[in-house]
């Protein structure tokens, strides 16, 4: 179990306890947080569960498969610190984690 | 009406009925919310029962679209095991299969599409599997392991990604196909011959042109699919994958506009302005290509979900989007954008010995739809330049050596 902090564009922080196992972007989608739509549930297909990770936790949540960077090139808004927040697992070691999510994922 | 007190009645639980229960509360609707759904589990992912699921790679919790207390908590009347079987629009009511009904306000019919069936000898022999809810894949993988050969009746999107499955899992896989190539309403021919290799290579077997007459059993389980030619194709277990059909019987009935589907406008609303029909069941115009059809994708289900529910909520609509759809066999990621309606040249990017290129079909200089794999940059690229209606330099996008940001710059 994780806690982690899901923060929409507009400032609005949910805080949640995401079982380990599920990704960050399972933990979102089930919790109907708004802002990540994962259109492909998880298939690294379609580049709408885009999060931005905070710098503390960019080591921790690992690197991005050539796949994911790939999608991410050519989403909207990218900077350094972006991840497919289907792409990051949830582990004990995330507890805390902050991502905050971009304006549109379209 | 203030939303309020209006009461959204969604028949159908699957991606798109499940998604609008969950954009409305997302939205700020307030009103009760009822969810029909005729399996008896709530709304979950289709696409993984193919792939991941079938071979164990994601459990059923995962592929939940939400937790079971998801609803209770959110106000939603989650009704499983139940489907529609009237409409009375001038009273607002639906029935339900037991009986029970229910007034509406706003309507959303999201009763998605059926598998065809065969209308051949021995087509009720046990051991005939369709592949759509999670009780058909788990009936499915029961037939899958070592030793065991499972035939698979159309070579379409369906049959391949579950051939894949199958051999994954240790299973024979034959594919009969009735026209001369894979994916042949669906992809063009450059395509189908590489998934084709790509499926040999792995040990699945293909029988294309091949007409299936029958099914041929013993004491009430299928042993073999008999064709036009005569041969008996040897099985343990077929799965049919031929197309699909709306349900849409439950609107024609109730008089609502239909054609090859649930026929709505941009708002995914009906020819009754208080029903809506979003996902599979819905025959929906496209502003793209100028024309209205019906989609089986679950990018389209989530695009009506929307739809809907922004109308509901008097939210502006979402919008107009591009199309697109996915597949995963083996190591190849396919992504689909657009259709090829009136394409008039088929344009390759890559070359498909490596695995990696993607097939443009233009209109003159427009891009209509773009099948690439493992190649995100053209998929995403190509969605871009089909969305924005942008003429293409095709000099630059048949050269690999010019990357696609430049192609579209």
Not at chain 1, 11 to 39: C, R, S
Request: charged share 25%; proline share 5%; hydrophobic share 45%.
């Amino acid at each position: 179990m994780a806690k982690i902090t899901y923060i929409e564009h507009d400032g609005t922080e949910h805080v949640l306890d995401v079982k380990a196992g599920l990704t960050v972007m399972e933990g979102a989608v089930k919790n109907n947080v708004p802002g990540i739509d994962a259109d492909c549930g998880g298939a690294c297909a379609c580049a709408t569960c885009h999060v931005y990770v905070d710098a503390a936790w960019q080591d921790k949540t690992g690197e991005k498969s050539a796949m994911e960077e790939s999608m991410l090139d050519f989403a909207e808004n990218v900077e350094p610190n972006s991840r497919l927040s289907c792409q990051i697992k949830v582990s004990d070691a995330l507890d805390g984690l902050v991502v905050r999510l971009p304006e549109s994922q379209h | 009406m203030s939303s309020s007190d209006a009461h959204v009645v969604i028949i159908g639980a699957g991606h798109a009925g499940g998604t609008a229960a969950a954009l409305l509360r997302q939205y700020g609707f307030a009103g009760p919310i009822t969810l029909v759904g005729e399996e008896p589990i709530p709304p979950y992912q289709r696409p993984p029962l193919s792939k991941a699921w079938l071979k164990g790679e994601a459990d059923a919790d995962s592929l939940a679209l939400k937790p079971l207390e998801f609803y209770a908590e959110n106000n939603i009347d989650f009704r499983p095991n139940l489907k529609a079987v009237k409409l009375a629009r001038s009273d607002k009511i639906v029935t339900l299969s037991d009986g029970a009904t229910l007034t509406y306000d706003f309507l959303i019919l999201a009763t998605g599409a059926r598998a065809i069936k065969l209308p051949v000898e021995g087509a009720d022999l046990k051991g005939l599997l369709e592949l759509r809810t999670a009780a058909d894949a788990e009936a499915l993988k029961a037939t899958l392991g070592p030793g065991k050969r499972l035939a698979i009746v159309g070579g379409g999107y369906i049959g391949l990604e579950a051939a894949a499955s199958a051999r994954s899992l240790g299973a024979e896989a034959v594919v009969l196909e009735r026209e001369t190539r894979l994916l042949a309403r669906v992809a063009c021919e450059t395509l189908s011959t590489f998934f084709q290799g790509r499926h040999e290579a792995h040990g699945v077997r293909f029988e294309l042109g091949a007409s299936v007459v029958g099914f041929e059993g013993r004491d009430g389980h299928v042993t073999g699919v008999k064709l036009a030619d005569g041969r008996t194709i040897a099985c343990d277990a077929a799965l049919i994958g031929v197309g699909a059909a709306p349900n849409d019987e439950i609107a024609k009935d109730a008089g609502l506009d239909c054609a090859r589907g649930i026929v709505v406008d941009l708002e995914a609303r009906t020819s009754d302005p208080s029903i809506f029909a979003i996902g599979d069941v819905a025959h929906r115009p496209m502003p793209i290509y100028d024309r209205m059809f019906r989609m089986e994708s679950v990018p389209n289900a989530l695009e009506q979900a929307k739809q809907a529910a922004s109308a509901i909520t008097g939210r502006p609509a979402p919008a107009g989007e591009t199309p697109w759809q996915w597949s995963d066999q083996y190591d190849l990621k396919l992504q689909i954008a657009g259709y090829a309606f009136d394409a008039d040249e088929i344009l390759l990017r890559g070359d498909p010995a490596t695995g990696k290129f993607a097939i443009f079909h233009l209109k003159g200089d427009l891009v209509q739809s773009v099948e690439a794999i493992n190649s995100p940059p053209e998929f995403m690229m190509g969605r871009q330049l089909i969305g924005a209606r942008r003429p293409v330099n095709k000099a630059k996008l048949a050269d690999t050596t010019v990357s696609m940001k430049e192609v579209a710059a």
